[in-house]
């Protein structure tokens, strides 16, 4: 979120990772690519206080983000033909079965 806010600054190392990335968010607007990153940051941010609490709602939130993840990474790969996203299933679906199995 913050190399989208400051472009140009030291953080724009950042997009060394997905060099596409910068462009991706162009196309959806300035304003709603930092509004989107917040959301995430602060949905990631929740679960893990939640899940530092042993919180049943760090935990449904854990696996709402986890599972809106996996939706994208499967849309990536199909819609954008990047099978790169591919990877990040069988992370996000072993994550989620551990964070469902700690409720028994």
Request: one cysteine or more; aromatic letters at 8%; charged letters at 15%.
């Amino acid at each position: 979120m913050l190399a989208l806010t400051f472009p140009g600054s030291f953080l724009e190392s950042i997009w060394r990772f997905k060099p596409e990335a910068p462009v991706q968010f162009q196309e959806i607007g300035r304003g709603v690519s930092i509004a989107l990153m917040a959301a995430v940051g602060v949905a990631c941010g929740l679960s893990a206080f939640g899940l530092a609490r042993n919180a049943q709602w760090g935990r449904r939130l854990a696996i709402a983000v986890l599972a809106v993840n996996l939706i994208g990474d499967s849309l990536n790969a199909l819609l954008r033909h990047d099978p790169k996203t591919l990877i990040g299933l069988p992370i996000g679906g072993l994550m989620i079965w551990y964070l469902l199995a700690l409720r028994r």
